[in-house]
């Protein structure tokens, strides 16, 4: 087993929604619930679950932009420059104001104190990494397709030498064949750098193809954890086996499993007692009403083992 680069125990984040005349929240949003994560060096480990379970505030504690409410973060880096992420959407995430060499090396610039020369030899080596040309650094990012603006802004995460990316949607707003040539730039950046990636993904081919572990949330926990080809080959929580039956594929309708139709994503304000997807899960008895823990990878008493 390899060394973790983070590791959450107990993790849990709750933000404030209104408040009342002395200016006291009226009640929480319960964001994330009961976190236990161990990322080891050199993995890729895969996020999935619908919009609204926790996936992007994942992202936001293990990169260390809040702070949880309760539990531990540990972190095995030098410093926070050795995190980076890279967003869904290239078009905003990129400074439309500053030519492409200046965007590459925007963290370098942040950080240390470096000559204009010097910047952009380091912004043409890190280009020529991600399949662009040196001589195309002095354009803006409006000049580039959107597969190219990734690229750019995949530059940049690498200009600070990372050993942890956070890879959010990075693919998503491609073209499929573009979502190809990104995905294969990623794998081969990881083996050359010896990175650690985060994938979060609605897409469960793109999961399938980069990651070595997945993890499945469900309003702020984790539902179900393991090897890529095990969980979505063999799902035990019925969370996870909605999910996968929700893949669009070539099907006659009524193919979904009628037990599990109920789609809407319960309230994180009051969350649930016992487990936290009885509500739409037909197969829930009284037992599911009690505590359930995490056992073999799987939060479901009935499934685990």
Request: with cysteine.
């Amino acid at each position: 087993m390899n060394e973790p680069v983070i590791e959450l125990c107990e993790v849990e984040l709750k933000f404030p929604v209104g408040a009342d005349w002395r200016g006291r929240p009226k009640a929480y949003a319960h964001a994330l619930n009961g976190l236990n994560l161990r990322i080891e060096n050199g993995e890729t480990i895969g996020v999935v679950g619908e919009s609204g379970c926790g996936k992007s505030t994942l992202a936001m504690i293990l990169l260390g932009l809040v702070q949880p409410t309760n539990g531990k973060v540990m972190r095995q880096v030098e410093s926070a420059s050795a995190m980076q992420i890279v967003f869904q959407d290239p078009q905003s995430s990129l400074n439309t104001r500053m030519p492409i060499w200046r965007i590459i090396t925007e963290p370098i610039f942040a950080r240390t104190k470096r000559s204009k020369h010097q910047l952009r030899t380091k912004a043409a080596e890190l280009a020529k990494k991600v399949g662009l040309r040196p001589e195309v650094l002095d354009r803006f990012p409006h000049e580039f397709s959107g597969g190219q603006r990734q690229r750019i802004a995949i530059a940049r995460a690498l200009s600070s030498d990372p050993k942890i990316i956070v890879l959010d949607e990075p693919t998503s707003a491609l073209d499929i064949s573009v979502q190809a040539q990104i995905l294969n730039l990623l794998d081969d950046l990881k083996q050359q750098q010896g990175l650690t990636y985060i994938f979060i993904s609605h897409d469960i081919s793109v999961i399938r193809h980069m990651c070595d572990r997945v993890v499945v949330m469900y309003l702020g926990q984790i539902v179900e954890i393991g090897r890529c080809e095990a969980v979505l080959d063999n799902p035990r929580h019925p969370y996870t086996k909605l999910l996968l039956e929700s893949v669009p594929k070539m099907q006659q309708a009524g193919d979904l499993d009628a037990s599990l139709e109920n789609t809407e994503l319960p309230s994180n304000r009051n969350l649930p007692l016992g487990c936290f997807f009885q509500e739409r899960c037909s197969l829930a008895d009284e037992a599911c009403s009690q505590l359930q823990t995490m056992q073999d990878g799987v939060r479901c008493n009935k499934f685990s083992k």
